[in-house]
């Protein structure tokens, strides 16, 4: 069946090559070899097109292996997609299914808490087996790159930078920093927060800064986690933990997620283990026993930025480059995949239907699409943390009332469920786990 669909998708680009410049090297270049780069050429690449990847590191094993600290929540219908890709079967023993999210509000030293809201498994609806998948990032990009490197319509162009580009009217020149030049429909910008490609673009972005750094690492604990996810929301930031699989040596682990004072956060990467499973312990709590640092220990400064534009002239942004929020929802990369369905869907109608797929017109559709989405994220995000980050004693005093309140109305839970698990709504083919036809 996939063959089929193949063969017809192929037919629909040699069809619509005709009818544009045959003389391009890609359709499309994607600048940038991390999560939405990959996923992005991938998905396009079973599609039909033909792209080159401008990829500055290749993810080896031990790159992989390594990652970057984060572990990442993947959502219901970006994982539908993941799996048609392909690339989440090369996952298998190395994510494990968050089947509930505690809530809890405390103090430093408060280690016996109770949860104020929980969110589980059994208030999902049209067969979503879990709240979300986690998996860290390093084992995900290299699964990704496993796919991308074996898909005949994708040249990786490794160890490369992008210099320059001009965009003329009916193609986009690429200029590497090696002094090839390049030419294709459209130029991708999956480059991250500091887009290069956003800026040779001149869009603008509005956000703010957190005052906030996030510590990410994984530890180990006495008790399994059951596959619970615990957000506790504490003065100087949100400190949360994330079911990980168990490690090589048996021992249950779960992915830190802390967000601190930039100097507080400055002292505790500085911090022997000993001093920094102290400060841990006291914010963690004893639900899941003796809880350990277990491995590197990353930090990152949080804040807002959003793009003002997310297309110009036969350029698109899309991830990080269009939007980077606060990770206290867990949407970042959800958000990111998200951006990645829509383009998918909007440029296979206009060539299918023997158009361009890189006019104003076809992109504004996605711009359209994505806008209110990521909007809608970006100001839950910011309400959220701005709620739970002080300690003023009448708004904690409503903030917990109101979690309790929720916890107690199934139907609203449900609501925000779907909503995490992106299967309500508008939905593009691929979070369908569908191809786009």
């Known amino acids: 069946m996939f063959e089929n669909v193949k063969f017809d998708l192929t037919a629909c680009y040699r069809l619509g090559k005709k009818m544009f410049n045959d003389k391009l090297n890609y359709d499309a270049i994607i600048v940038g070899g991390g999560h939405a780069g990959?996923?992005?050429?991938?998905?396009?690449?079973?599609?039909?097109?033909?792209?080159?990847?401008?990829?500055?590191?290749?993810?080896?094993?031990?790159?992989?292996?390594?990652?970057?600290?984060?572990?990442?929540?993947?959502?219901?219908?970006?994982?539908?997609?993941?799996?048609?890709?392909?690339?989440?079967?090369?996952?298998?023993?190395?994510?494990?299914?968050?089947?509930?999210?505690?809530?809890?509000?405390?103090?430093?030293?408060?280690?016996?808490?109770?949860?104020?809201?929980?969110?589980?498994?059994?208030?999902?609806?049209?067969?979503?087996?879990?709240?979300?998948?986690?998996?860290?990032?390093?084992?995900?990009?290299?699964?990704?790159?496993?796919?991308?490197?074996?898909?005949?319509?994708?040249?990786?162009?490794?160890?490369?930078?992008?210099k320059n580009f001009k965009t003329h009217k009916s193609q986009v020149d690429v200029t590497l920093d090696d002094g090839q030049e390049i030419s294709a429909g459209l130029i991708i910008a999956a480059d991250g927060r500091g887009s290069m490609v956003r800026d040779l673009l001149d869009i603008k972005t509005f956000g703010?800064?957190?005052?906030?750094?996030?510590?990410?690492?994984?530890?180990s604990h006495e008790k399994p986690h059951l596959g619970t996810a615990y957000e506790h929301f504490y003065p100087n930031g949100p400190f949360a933990s994330l079911p990980l699989p168990n490690g090589a040596d048996g021992r249950h682990q779960s992915s830190l997620v802390w967000a601190e004072s930039p100097e507080f956060a400055k002292k505790l990467m500085a911090a022997d283990?000993?001093?920094?499973?102290?400060?841990?312990?006291?914010?963690?709590?004893?639900?899941?026993?003796?809880?350990?640092?277990?491995?590197?220990?990353?930090?990152?400064?949080?804040?807002?930025?959003?793009?003002?534009?997310?297309?110009?002239?036969?350029?698109?942004l899309i991830g990080d480059a269009a939007h980077g929020i606060h990770p206290i929802a867990g949407q970042g990369l959800n958000m990111?995949?998200?951006?990645?369905?829509?383009?998918?869907?909007?440029?296979?109608e206009a060539r299918n239907l023997g158009l361009d797929f890189a006019t104003h017109i076809v992109l504004n559709k996605y711009q359209t699409w994505r806008r209110f989405d990521v909007l809608t994220h970006a100001a839950f995000a910011e309400v959220i943390n701005r709620l739970f980050s002080n300690d003023i004693a009448p708004v904690r005093f409503v903030r917990d009332l109101g979690l309790k309140l929720v916890d107690g109305m199934v139907p609203v839970k449900k609501f925000f469920?779907?909503?995490?698990?992106?299967?309500?709504?508008?939905?593009?083919?691929?979070?369908?786990?569908?191809?786009?036809?």
Not at 293 to 314: M, N
Not at 419 to 437: C, I, Q, R, T
């Open 38 to 162: 990959l996923t992005m050429g991938v998905a396009l690449a079973k599609l039909g097109f033909k792209l080159a990847i401008i990829a500055p590191l290749e993810v080896s094993f031990k790159v992989a292996d390594r990652g970057d600290g984060r572990a990442l929540a993947i959502s219901e219908a970006p994982r539908r997609m993941l799996e048609l890709l392909g690339i989440w079967a090369k996952l298998d023993g190395k994510y494990a299914p968050m089947k509930k999210v505690n809530i809890l509000d405390g103090k430093p030293g408060d280690i016996l808490q109770d949860a104020l809201l929980e969110f589980d498994q059994n208030a999902n609806q049209d067969g979503v087996s879990a709240v979300a998948h986690v998996v860290e990032s390093g084992h995900l990009l290299g699964a990704m790159w496993d796919v991308a490197q074996n898909e005949a319509n994708i040249t990786l162009l490794i160890g490369r930078k992008l």
């Open 273 to 316: 283990e000993d001093f920094f499973n102290q400060e841990m312990v006291a914010r963690f709590g004893l639900h899941l026993g003796d809880v350990k640092l277990c491995g590197e220990r990353f930090t990152y400064p949080l804040g807002l930025k959003v793009a003002h534009d997310y297309i110009a002239d036969r350029a698109v």
């Open 336 to 348: 990111g995949l998200r951006d990645i369905a829509v383009l998918a869907e909007v440029m296979t």
């Open 417 to 437: 469920n779907k909503e995490a698990a992106a299967v309500s709504g508008d939905l593009p083919s691929l979070l369908k786990g569908e191809f786009p036809s």
């Open 208 to 219: 703010w800064g957190y005052g906030q750094s996030a510590i990410v690492c994984p530890v």
